[in-house]
């Protein structure tokens, strides 16, 4: 019984894995862009949703309906401004710039808001439980963050799949130039697809802050965690970095519950394993 | 195949002997940098040795080899370790430990490689960086060595080095300007060897190279553990002078692999010059802004993405297109002699 409440809990958390994971995967996608500030990106999300919930008083899960569209906005101008100009070739420029932001993204937070670590409030639903039978018991606020999770994978599983939008985001990801001769811009649809990126980013910000307490200096181990998830599921499969999130968390809550010193390890030897004896990733949809 | 009686390949240009011969005597003034200079001016010419020969080291794997890496924390942490683990635990001298470090660093290079070799260009990056994370958290699970709170390294170590408090720190100086000297001299090497027209051809085109009957993934992979004794050797040796050490300094993603990033793109990659120029200039950020702490890194950043975005190859390949110049033999160029030899008959 005390091992598959541990399980769940590790399934739980995979769900906010997959969410750090799919903006991450959403971009190398399209754009072949490996975005080092994503976890940077995360944090900032969490603070600013700090902020909107202490001025404006209102609950975390209110403050998206702020954050998210932010994030979307600032997303698009980043790609638009910057990132978009680092595009190639060369894989140094997009790597080397996005490391820049995130070292300005680190160290803003640290201005502005210190190393304190904060936890956004969210009143009576965290310490809500629901009882799954025989002395299973599961929080109300990790089984939302999970349904969210699942919405988001199979949200943008929709948009990829049954929109114009993602019809662009596949065209351009398989060949650029045609799908530039075929009118699309890509400028625009590579700031849309960062835009997309940051609103789950702002999502899976908000869900980080109110689960545990954070800091200005955890976005790189949400970047290592979102990365390990994109390489156990499976490059270029979305229900595939769902899973891999999931194998994640149980893995680290595995790790956790035999020694406490272990969790991330444990999660970062799933990740090596996998590479090791299936290194196409465990559920994988491009064969190269 | 034999090459034509008049024509010649050639390494050195007019600039580069001019360049070679002010980098002896500028070599000649470091080495006698004890004479000249105080306690803090070696303190921070030894800093910036490391930095300089972390840098070559990077830009030889990234700007040489195509293999950007951003987990080379990882063999710092790992030498630095070595050293103090050998120091503490075996009585070791750290002389000898530090090339005990290189090689231990070397060592591990080889399973480490088989398994990040299997990712490529942007995952092979953060492949390495997860690789460095596990070797954090080992090491801070080992307790003999302080655990995640890290450990010093104990005077009697440090007093064995070399009689006085002077000569130690002179001592220190002159392995970590050996250690720089070294790194430049391997990488002028390796680039002037075979293996280096193997690496600038895999660079310019993998498909044409590996079309020419070169093995372009086993020449990444001797690079990539060259690096990794050269990496681990600076690593000790930082730590040596830190004497002081816990995980998170060790393996710092920050000091270790994003500052030396930023020093080889601002100064230039794909160049010998490029992380000299950029260490120097990196420093001189540093030692006047400084007092504004976070605000530092923020432009050391902003500068790093600038440099990038307006001149991709550096301030040193600014210098180059203006002027064509360059310190370090390493192109060639074929020479074709005056007079023509005549034909010769089979």
Known sequence: ?288 | MTAPDNVRVVFTTRSSRIGMALCVAGLVALAAAPVWGGRDDLALLSEMYAYVALASLWNLLAGYAGLVSVGQQAYVGLGAYVLFALAILAGISPLWAIPMAGIAAAAIAVPVAGLVFRLRGHYFAIGTWIVAEVFRLTASQISALGGGSGTSLPAAVIVALAPSRQLRDFVEYWIALALVIATLAFIVLLLRSRYGLALKAIRDSELAATCNGIDATRTKVLVYIATAFGTGMVGALIFLQKLRISPDAAFSVNDWTAFVIFITVIGGIGRIEGPIVGTVVFFLLRQTLADLGTLYLMMLGLVAILVMLAAPKGLWGLVVARFGFSVFPLERRVVFDEAPAAPESR
């Open chain 1, 1 to 288: 019984m005390e091992w598959i409440n541990v399980i769940l809990q590790g399934v739980l958390v995979g769900g906010l894995y997959a969410m750090f994971a799919a903006g991450l995967s959403l971009i190398f996608g399209v754009m072949r862009l490996v975005n080092i500030a994503h976890g940077d990106l995360i944090v900032l999300a969490a603070y600013i949703a700090l902020v909107t919930t202490q001025t404006l008083g209102i609950g975390p899960l209110t403050s998206l309906l702020i954050v998210v569209p932010v994030m979307a906005l600032t997303g698009y101008a980043l790609q638009w401004f910057v990132l978009n100009r680092t595009l190639g070739d060369d894989l140094l420029p997009p790597l080397l710039v996005t490391f820049g932001l995130s070292v300005i993204i680190q160290n803003g937070l640290l201005t502005i808001f210190t190393a304190d670590s904060v936890k956004l409030q969210a009143g009576a639903i965290e310490v809500a439980t629901v009882n799954l039978g025989s002395g299973v018991y599961v929080g109300l606020l990790p089984l939302l963050q999970f349904a969210v999770a699942v919405a988001v994978i199979g949200g943008l599983q929709f948009i990829f799949y049954r929109t114009a939008l993602g019809r662009a985001f596949r065209a351009t990801a398989d060949d650029p130039a045609v799908a530039q001769l075929m009118g699309l811009d890509n400028r625009r649809v590579f700031a849309l697809a960062m835009a997309l990126s940051l609103a789950v980013v702002a999502i899976a910000g908000v869900f980080l802050a109110v689960r545990a307490n954070f800091d200005p200096s955890q976005g790189p181990a949400r970047l290592i965690f979102g990365f390990e998830a994109v390489i156990i599921g499976g490059l270029g499969s979305l229900w595939g970095t769902l899973a891999g999130g999931l194998i994640l968390g149980v893995a680290q809550a595995i790790g956790a519950h035999l020694n406490p010193g272990w969790q991330i390890l444990a999660g970062h030897i799933a990740f090596l394993v996998v590479l090791a004896v299936r290194p196409q990733g465990l559920f994988p949809k491009v064969r190269t």
